[in-house]
DNA sequence: CGGTACGTTGAGTCATATCAACCATAGTGG
DNA sequence: CCACTATGGTTGATATGACTCAACGTACCG
């Protein structure tokens, strides 16, 4: 796709496609959307926003991976979570209205529309449906972090990798040689897990082994889902 | 304070005291909520309610401590949060609309309001501001759960320790002799910083060598707080 | 009095972190 | 074109934090 070719995508066909919380928007606010989002672009390695700074809209993202962390001790990043189409990020931020508690960095090259808090704020205030999918949207977020605490807690480093490796399958499904689809160096995949990277490449040069995955370069195959579920002790 | 005593708290009030999430409602809402809220006593043990189950409401806590936690590996727990008075649970689950995801038992005897999930829903369909206080503390419930996630991956379980005890005062406070309020057992302090009951004994021996803690039985009290801080290695 | 739950301590083990060295690759600038 | 540097990946050696297991003390309760 040539430069000029690249279109700002329309709010209406975006929302649909990628069933983002704005689908259960009226078509009159779509339209206000589609006025005052501001479309941008980014590569690899851009950063997005950063903890401790006050935001003042969120993204929407229309293409690409992006990983939202904390930095904790000696700038360690922890990975919370990944935004791929359809998502939005930082919103949290935008509702509780304090500073931005992470940062957000392209994985992969994206385009994102970037949301005035007022926009967002009006919404809910005239559209109680929305509230209630954007509720939704926070408190199954809640879930899942619960869910990490307690994995985190609890499990060891070679559960929690099985695990997240199932996980990324899910999300973010497979090519056409059945390689994960996203591509994460190996510390970004500690970072994710909570481990070092030395032992992210030991267990999975491990699993290599027990012919539980193929490694190529960054590319990862599961051979062997039923077997990463046994080690990942997942059974809910 | 004798059995006959015991009054239903009046909504209006409580939230007032307590700066509740219903402090945002009309007062004809507030209304509605007395009628439609069952009040209930619990004891010391008792299970409010469990993961896995489906809800069909959510509770307001008018007096003691409840904790809310996830069942893990082996029927561990893990300890999520506390709730006390002005907190209200299980609304995660009501409003994402899934399952339990968490169980809540009493700590401290405690008094607290039932109210339908259907009485929830509809002051989010006619009360923006409260659909907007709703999503701001469930926003700063995720902010907390991601710091959380942070704490977990990246410290020490001597690090997270420090750093529980200095919450724990902060959000339960002291009584006359400096003793922290809330009494916990050592397994379930373990259950809050991830780790094993002999650890928080070993760990909690320690810190009382070095004359940061006095311990007496259950009831902890602080001595060196800027110690436990540096310990801790919270510097936000 | 036996039972149950909780607290404590010691000893041994193991998973994981840390430190260090080394290789591969790609990009940079002179 | 080559040296230089940065980044990422890998492996080995070593250290240690934390868990597990086991024994035992204590307190409370019916």
Known sequence: MKQQDIQVPLCERCSLESGSIFKHLKPDEIDLLNYEKDFRQYKRGDILYQEG???????????????????????????????KKGDI?????????ELACTSAKVIEDCQVCFIPSEILISFIKTNSSYALELLKLACHELGE??????????????????EILLLLVNE????DQQFLQISLTREELANIVGTATESVIRLLSEFKS??????????????????LEKISNVFN
Chains 1, 2 share one sequence.
């Open 89 to 97: 990020i930082a919103y949290r931020s935008v509702l509780s209205n």
């Open 53 to 83: 700074n006050r935001i003042s809209g969120f993204f929407c993202i229309n293409s690409g991976i992006i990983k939202v962390f904390k930095t904790g001790l000696d700038g360690k990043e922890q990975i919370i979570r990944f935004a």
């Open 210 to 227: 027990d012919k539980l995955v193929e490694l190529n370069g960054r590319k990862i195959k599961l051979l062997n889902k039923k077997g």
């Open 145 to 162: 972090a619960n869910s990490f605490i307690t994995d985190i807690a609890q499990k060891t480093v070679r559960e929690r990798l099985a």
């Open 172 to 175: 973010f499904g497979v090519d």
